[in-house]
């Protein structure tokens, strides 16, 4: 019977076909470009990619998970001005509403608080004093009086009522920043290293590198609606790292050495498939490019993600499934494949070692490459700064420094470009607002996701515990001499990366009776790290009630002193040559744990 159609025909019934599937998949709804579309049998525009995703996935036999349906019934961009209409009124968003929202950068938190929260991208996590004191001011309008520095060197803005998220976003606008992407299946803010081209010891600025990916993300609709959210990460090579192996990509600076298949002098590594909540980090892939190739190259990897990521199981979707499916030759030959051409490759013994970092750089006064000035990095709270703090910190680098604010993954930021002869009076003008630049043993690495309070996905009230456990420290262990990174999240999304922390800690229903009532609690891992040392924590303890936890860090932080070999030797140094079930028998013996038992 088919015989007896022309090619024009087999086509209209082809495309008519199609659009029954699709029609099917989304349990009705349209396709996001329409009508017209959903009768094509070829997907055309910038969404295409992902339409045809999506049709590989159900002609294969999956089933699309909700958030692939949602974004094919209508995608988030083109939703925007009904989403305005209705958040006008004053309503919460549906689910499928909450999560369009998130490509606008608005998240719904309830039922922790029944508002908006607002996550901005910042390339390279760095602003102008003006830009700062206006996100205040935009707090302050329409929000709560407070900010948060995030792990991603970013800030969020919470307690936004929904008929003022649009104009919260507007003000975005009039400051010459966005939210655009800054949630949802998207590519995150992007990271830099924080103290680029002031480090005397970097290899290379990553300020232009970070801005210019930033700029090729929003300027291209079909890089956003990925399988997963994405992270990228620039590092420069210099003395404070940003983290970049916990990212899905990773560019590091590194110096090849005479002797290798490519000239000498400084190239990008390619590093490839972190999600330290998943308990695995970036590895190295051999790769390494020019710094300008680092745009084509992430364009290319997101590509063969977009079209092979899993879409079907939110737990699987991120690209290190396809990577321990594939294998990483399988999936750079799919890059070089894109790219049309093959990517150099540098044997480890052609790179020059990383150069150590320094885990008090992002706290405290620090020497700049530019002689006679300074960086200065501020200890915030685990990353909360009141609106009124920002405005006089502000004030503090447009009059003290080079105008810029720094923020760091570290939850904290740094002023740069500060005179010698400022440096004392930046000092006594952050301690007259309550905060501090001297670096402390526990203070200066405590990290913290959002916690219960602001997220409902979190175990435990992250924020508030590690104040608590900050407080004991300083109380029981005054001896501490050295950094010691403890990093507390809420849930398995590991938001503050607990996996690399000297200590890491994670939110746990703790049972507490034979009728299952439960309290706040934590699962507790040691040894994690990062940068020169990248390892994955081991778990000691499992549902730690929250009460109990300060003792047991107090007991860690005891054991690590009473048997290190010195100063020198780091937190995770003594884990690892020691064992983490050492350190933890260790611990059990400390009195502040026998007493407890």
């Given amino acids: 019977m088919a015989d007896e159609f022309n090619a024009e025909q087999k086509r209209y019934l082809e495309g008519f076909a199609s659009g029954i599937a699709a029609a099917r998949m989304t349990g009705g709804l349209a396709i996001g470009q329409g009508g017209a579309a959903a009768a094509s049998s070829e997907p055309t525009g910038p969404d295409a990619i992902h339409i045809k995703a999506q049709d590989r996935t159900v002609k294969e036999g999956g089933k699309l998970c ?3 349906k949602w974004k094919r019934a209508e995608n988030p961009f083109d939703g925007h001005n009904r989403l305005i209409q209705e958040a006008a009124t004053g309503k919460a968003p549906k689910p499928e509403d909450n999560f369009r929202w998130r490509y606008h950068g608005l998240f719904w938190v309830a039922p922790t608080q029944t508002s908006y929260m607002c996550r901005l991208r910042i390339p390279n996590g760095i602003l102008q004093h003006w830009q700062f004191a206006g996100i205040a ?13 995030t792990t991603r060197a970013n800030l969020q803005v919470r307690e936004i009522p929904p008929e003022h998220g649009q104009a919260f976003l507007d003000g975005l606008v009039d400051l010459g920043l966005t939210a655009r992407g800054a949630g949802a299946d998207n ?4 990271t830099g290293s924080p103290t680029a081209g002031i480090d005397a010891q970097e290899l290379l600025d990553t300020r232009p590198l970070a801005k210019s990916w930033h700029n090729w993300i929003l300027n291209d609709r079909s890089l956003f609606g990925l399988p997963r959210k994405f992270n990228v990460a620039f590092d420069g090579g210099g003395v404070m790292p940003v983290l970049e192996e916990t990212n899905d990509i990773g560019f590091q600076a590194i110096e090849v050495l005479e002797g290798a298949s490519i000239p000498a002098g400084i190239w990008m590594r390619l590093v490839l498939g972190g999600i330290s909540g998943h308990k695995d980090l970036a590895r190295d892939t051999g790769v390494v490019l020019k710094p300008e190739e680092c745009n084509q190259v992430a364009d290319a990897i997101l590509r063969v993600f977009i079209e092979n990521g899993d879409r079907t199981n939110r737990n699987k979707s991120r690209m290190k499934y396809v990577l321990d499916a594939w294998g990483f ?17 540098v044997a480890p013994e052609h790179v020059a070692p990383r150069k150590p970092t320094d885990r008090f750089s992002h706290v405290g006064v620090h020497k700049q490459v530019q002689p006679g000035l300074n960086w200065i990095g501020v200890v915030l709270p685990v990353g909360k700064m009141t609106t009124g703090e920002m405005r006089e910190l ?14 760091t993954v570290w939850q904290n930021f740094i002023f740069s470009g500060v005179p010698d002869a400022k440096v004392a009076e930046v000092e006594a003008r952050v301690a007259a607002l309550g905060l501090t630049t001297k670096a402390a043993g526990i203070r200066s690495g405590l990290v913290a996701c959002t916690g219960s309070r602001g997220c409902k996905f979190a175990a435990a009230d992250t924020k508030g515990h590690a104040m608590i456990i900050a407080d004991h420290v300083e109380q029981t262990v005054p001896a501490l001499d050295v950094p010691v990174n403890v990093h507390l999240t809420g849930c398995h999304h590991s938001c503050a990366q607990h996996y690399i922390g000297d200590i890491g800690l994670i939110g746990a229903k703790v049972v507490v009776s034979e009728e299952g009532d439960t309290v706040e609690g934590y699962d507790v891992v040691v040894g994690g790290g990062f940068a020169e ?3 994955i924590g081991t778990e000691i303890w499992k549902a730690v009630k929250a009460e109990d936890v300060p003792s047991r860090v107090e007991a860690l932080l005891n054991a690590y002193l009473a048997r290190r070999q010195g100063p020198e030797e780091s937190f995770q140094a003594f884990t690892a040559r020691t064992g983490p079930e050492a350190l933890r028998d260790a611990a059990e013996e400390q009195p502040a744990l026998k007493a407890a038992a």
């Fill in 66 to 68: 909700e958030q692939e």
């Fill in 137 to 149: 001011d935009l707090a302050d309008k329409h929000g709560g009086p407070y900010s948060h520095v």
């Fill in 187 to 190: 590519i995150r803010n992007v």
């Fill in 329 to 345: 030759e399988k999936y750079l030959a799919a890059v070089e494949e894109k790219l049309g051409r093959k990517l150099a490759r």
């Fill in 394 to 407: 502000a004030r503090i680098s447009a009059e003290c420094g080079d105008g810029q604010i720094r923020l």
């Fill in 533 to 535: 040392n990248p390892k």
